[in-house]
């Protein structure tokens, strides 16, 4: 008999609507359901694509002795963390805080007012490890609930006052300067994996943000060594097992710190901020590696991640069948039953797929440490066809279909800079699709008619508000939707998100919030400034801010901007790998950040090609805006901008002080590119 879940839009609280645990969402009616019984809370949280969630539900929640201890002492609630980053933020503080570490699945106990008493993560059924087990843990805390109700009630508010001491934002004077952007940089050079590429041992996700950071550094000052790290980085993230070699499209990360054995869920903001990093990296050099990568990740977010309502998917799945990895991995005998002898063996060798096994029971994770010589280039394309048409005719793994406004943000951003830079229109009119939904079906569906609500499913509104980094990631993936297109609905609508970031986001003292000021209460607000899997919603609101103040000139925005960086000052000399999307627009703003009005008849190939080269230039931050003569300029930026003797011109500019105007492609490409790295010629 399923349980009040069924009744949800979350794909991951439907995975547990035929638990026998009576699960409750997270609503007051569940708090007040165990102050009326008189039980602690016991909160799980997770999210679809998460392997130990699986395996947590599978031994705990699907058995059912263990459910009626569950049903009998608590009250329980199951969060998608995905859906509610609010909540998962503040527990996982507590987490943190409690045991010194965090992951998911999450279990907190709670007392009926929400405040935190005990947290951890993923408990076994049976003890294991010096762990107990998760009855032997419910015992314990039902037990202490009743026999030392006093102490432990006492506890929980001790925990939560000192939670909310030392949660402090602590900003400098102002944004981050070039000499603290510059010790970042060599922080992150002590903390590179010279051998392995990528910073710190293992486990290693990919530092999209960093890199973004580092890439911006090295444009504006020349700095050889930060752009070598991010292109190392780039080179093994991709030859490794993290990439999925046959259909593009990278994991959530590397256990270990060779790249080689992912945990193999796949995200859409992992793979959107990679995208658009790649895409960056190719402007660099045209490497045809890093065109490779860009066109298959974009293959894969458009093939498997695309919705029927034009925005894209959170995740596809860590698990197949209940084993990790069963949908990527291959043995020897498999490749010889697809390929025959002779081109098994070959690509045995070109995949690193060994008898012994670079996985689990003898299997291997695809890596491609070497490019095949060009005389084999068919024989490659054959094989990997192939072999991805079996693979086709395994089970896949299950996917999260609900769509997150911010990372559709990230999406967006992504595949218009990439179908503008590789001339890939599919990819342009798949983003504009995407922000077609976030406007038409996101904006406007809660409360407030000016707010996103954060998620929706198969065409409809969750009841979830948006949150601080939601508004910004939209904002700025329709802001580089309108440097890719002109359309300048995209920047009116920018402009309306980020003045309810401006507005709607702030605390008594002008800084930004990651919840609506009338959000509801929380035992803690937690308004974490650092990067983590995603921009934080204070870096993602500084990036889009330093844009369209570079579109329009408003200084309300610039400011708004400078202020939103200030914590990342400290965590430039502190932490810099928590802190690259705030790094890397921080470049921006030292940079200018460039600005470049490209005017002429949308029907002239010559606009376009003026409109190409700017969008390939690497200066960071790069802003372009293009208008037709025969219109009213859209943006500040296009003011006074007339054509050249008829001829369509480019005007590049850095706060709105433009260099004269040419009508010269090669002119443009010289004016945008950025910094030479020391040493090259």
């Given at each position: 008999m399923a349980n009040r879940l069924a009744l949800s839009s979350s794909p991951y609280l439907l995975q547990h609507a035929e638990n026998p645990v009576d699960w409750w969402e997270w609503e007051p009616a569940a708090f007040e359901e165990a102050a009326r019984r008189d039980v602690p809370v016991l909160l799980s949280v997770g999210y679809a694509a998460c392997h130990w969630c699986h395996v947590m539900a599978h031994e705990s929640f699907e058995d059912a002795a263990i459910?009626?201890?569950?049903?009998?002492g608590f009250v329980c609630i199951k969060v998608d963390r995905e859906e509610r980053p609010d909540v998962d933020a503040v527990y996982m503080t507590v987490t943190q805080a409690m045991t010194g570490h965090g992951g998911w699945p999450m279990t907190v106990f709670l007392t009926p007012d929400a405040?935190?008493?005990?947290?951890?993560?993923?408990?076994?059924?049976?003890?294991?490890?010096?762990?107990?087990?998760?009855?032997?843990?419910?015992?314990?805390?039902?037990?202490?609930w009743t026999e030392r109700r006093e102490s432990v009630v006492e506890a929980a508010a001790q925990a939560v006052e000192r939670l909310k001491a030392s949660i402090v934002v602590?900003?400098?004077?102002?944004?981050?300067?070039?000499?603290?952007?510059?010790?970042?940089?060599?922080?992150?050079?002590?903390?590179?994996?010279?051998v392995n590429a990528g910073f710190g041992s293992q486990p290693k996700f990919p530092p999209s943000m960093t890199l973004e950071h580092l890439m911006r550094h090295s444009a504006r000052t020349g700095d050889a060594p930060a752009l070598d790290m991010a292109a190392r980085t780039f080179e093994a993230m991709a030859r490794g097992g993290m990439y999925d070699q046959l259909a593009g499209g990278f994991a959530r990360y590397s256990v270990d710190r060779e790249w080689l054995v992912p945990h193999f869920e796949k995200m859409l903001y992992d793979n959107a901020l990679l995208l658009r990093?790649?895409?960056?990296?190719?402007?660099?050099?045209?490497?045809?590696?890093?065109?490779?990568?860009?066109?298959?990740?974009?293959?894969?977010?458009?093939?498997?991640?695309?919705?029927?309502?034009?925005?894209?998917?959170?995740?596809?799945?860590?698990?197949?069948?209940g084993v990790e990895g069963r949908?990527?991995?291959?043995?020897?005998?498999?490749?010889?039953?697809?390929?025959?002898?002779?081109?098994?063996?070959?690509?045995?060798?070109?995949?690193?797929v060994t008898e012994a096994g670079t996985f689990e029971h003898g299997a291997s994770?695809?890596?491609?440490?070497?490019?095949?010589?060009?005389?084999?280039?068919?024989?490659?394309?054959?094989?990997?066809?192939?072999?991805?048409?079996?693979?086709?005719?395994?089970?896949?793994?299950?996917?999260?279909?609900?769509?997150?406004?911010?990372?559709?943000?990230?999406?967006?951003?992504?595949?218009?800079?990439?179908?503008?830079?590789?001339?890939?229109?599919?990819?342009?009119?798949?983003?504009?699709?995407?922000?077609?939904?976030?406007?038409?079906?996101?904006?406007?569906?809660?409360?407030?008619?000016?707010?996103?609500?954060r998620v929706s499913r198969l065409g409809v509104a969750g009841r979830h508000a948006g949150l601080l980094e939601d508004h910004a990631c939209v904002a700025d993936g329709l802001l580089a939707l309108y440097c890719v297109t002109g359309h300048e609905e995209w920047l009116a609508f920018a402009g309306v998100l980020l003045d309810v970031c401006l507005t709607d986001f702030v605390d008594v003292h002008g800084e930004l919030t990651d919840t609506a000021s009338d959000a509801e209460p929380l035992v803690l607000q937690v308004n974490d400034p650092s990067d983590n899997a995603a921009p934080s919603g204070r870096?993602?609101?500084?990036?889009?801010?330093?844009?369209?103040?570079?579109?329009?000139?408003s200084a309300v925005h610039r400011e708004a901007a400078e202020r939103a960086l200030a914590p990342a000052a400290r965590l430039a000399r502190s932490a810099p790998r928590f802190a690259g999307w705030a790094l890397a627009a921080a470049e921006a703003a030292l940079d200018g950040p460039m600005e470049v009005a490209v005017v002429g008849r949308r029907d002239d190939e010559r606009t376009w090609a003026l409109h190409s080269v700017a969008l390939g230039g690497s200066r960071p931050g790069l802003v372009v805006a293009l208008g037709d003569p025969a219109d009213e300029p859209a943006v500040g930026l296009l003011l006074d901008?007339?054509?050249?003797?008829?001829?369509?011109?480019?005007?590049?500019?850095?706060?709105?002080?433009?260099?004269?105007?040419?009508s010269d492609p090669r002119q443009v490409a010289r004016l945008v590119a950025g910094q030479a790295p020391s040493g090259s010629s």
């Amino acid at each position: 008999m399923a349980n009040r879940l069924a009744l949800s839009s979350s794909p991951y609280l439907l995975q547990h609507a035929e638990n026998p645990v009576d699960w409750w969402e997270w609503e007051p009616a569940a708090f007040e359901e165990a102050a009326r019984r008189d039980v602690p809370v016991l909160l799980s949280v997770g999210y679809a694509a998460c392997h130990w969630c699986h395996v947590m539900a599978h031994e705990s929640f699907e058995d059912a002795a263990i459910a009626a201890e569950m049903n009998d002492g608590f009250v329980c609630i199951k969060v998608d963390r995905e859906e509610r980053p609010d909540v998962d933020a503040v527990y996982m503080t507590v987490t943190q805080a409690m045991t010194g570490h965090g992951g998911w699945p999450m279990t907190v106990f709670l007392t009926p007012d929400a405040e935190p008493f005990y947290a951890g993560t993923y408990f076994p059924p049976q003890p294991r490890h010096g762990s107990p087990s998760f009855p032997q843990l419910l015992e314990a805390v039902s037990q202490s609930w009743t026999e030392r109700r006093e102490s432990v009630v006492e506890a929980a508010a001790q925990a939560v006052e000192r939670l909310k001491a030392s949660i402090v934002v602590e900003g400098g004077d102002g944004p981050p300067s070039a000499d603290d952007l510059a010790y970042a940089v060599q922080v992150l050079g002590g903390q590179f994996d010279q051998v392995n590429a990528g910073f710190g041992s293992q486990p290693k996700f990919p530092p999209s943000m960093t890199l973004e950071h580092l890439m911006r550094h090295s444009a504006r000052t020349g700095d050889a060594p930060a752009l070598d790290m991010a292109a190392r980085t780039f080179e093994a993230m991709a030859r490794g097992g993290m990439y999925d070699q046959l259909a593009g499209g990278f994991a959530r990360y590397s256990v270990d710190r060779e790249w080689l054995v992912p945990h193999f869920e796949k995200m859409l903001y992992d793979n959107a901020l990679l995208l658009r990093a790649y895409t960056h990296w190719w402007r660099f050099d045209r490497s045809p590696f890093a065109e490779r990568v860009i066109r298959e990740t974009a293959g894969f977010i458009l093939t498997h991640l695309r919705t029927d309502e034009g925005g894209f998917a959170s995740a596809l799945d860590a698990d197949t069948e209940g084993v990790e990895g069963r949908f990527y991995v291959w043995t020897p005998a498999e490749l010889r039953d697809v390929l025959g002898d002779v081109d098994s063996a070959w690509a045995a060798e070109v995949f690193v797929v060994t008898e012994a096994g670079t996985f689990e029971h003898g299997a291997s994770v695809l890596q491609f440490p070497v490019d095949v010589v060009p005389a084999d280039a068919a024989r490659f394309a054959d094989v990997r066809a192939r072999l991805l048409e079996a693979r086709a005719r395994r089970t896949a793994p299950a996917r999260d279909d609900k769509v997150v406004a911010a990372w559709n943000g990230l999406a967006i951003a992504a595949l218009a800079e990439a179908g503008g830079l590789l001339r890939e229109p599919e990819w342009i009119e798949a983003a504009e699709a995407a922000a077609d939904l976030l406007v038409g079906l996101h904006l406007g569906a809660g409360e407030h008619g000016d707010r996103l609500v954060r998620v929706s499913r198969l065409g409809v509104a969750g009841r979830h508000a948006g949150l601080l980094e939601d508004h910004a990631c939209v904002a700025d993936g329709l802001l580089a939707l309108y440097c890719v297109t002109g359309h300048e609905e995209w920047l009116a609508f920018a402009g309306v998100l980020l003045d309810v970031c401006l507005t709607d986001f702030v605390d008594v003292h002008g800084e930004l919030t990651d919840t609506a000021s009338d959000a509801e209460p929380l035992v803690l607000q937690v308004n974490d400034p650092s990067d983590n899997a995603a921009p934080s919603g204070r870096s993602a609101a500084a990036m889009a801010l330093i844009t369209y103040a570079a579109l329009t000139g408003s200084a309300v925005h610039r400011e708004a901007a400078e202020r939103a960086l200030a914590p990342a000052a400290r965590l430039a000399r502190s932490a810099p790998r928590f802190a690259g999307w705030a790094l890397a627009a921080a470049e921006a703003a030292l940079d200018g950040p460039m600005e470049v009005a490209v005017v002429g008849r949308r029907d002239d190939e010559r606009t376009w090609a003026l409109h190409s080269v700017a969008l390939g230039g690497s200066r960071p931050g790069l802003v372009v805006a293009l208008g037709d003569p025969a219109d009213e300029p859209a943006v500040g930026l296009l003011l006074d901008r007339p054509l050249i003797a008829g001829d369509p011109a480019a005007y590049v500019c850095r706060d709105f002080v433009c260099q004269a105007p040419t009508s010269d492609p090669r002119q443009v490409a010289r004016l945008v590119a950025g910094q030479a790295p020391s040493g090259s010629s």
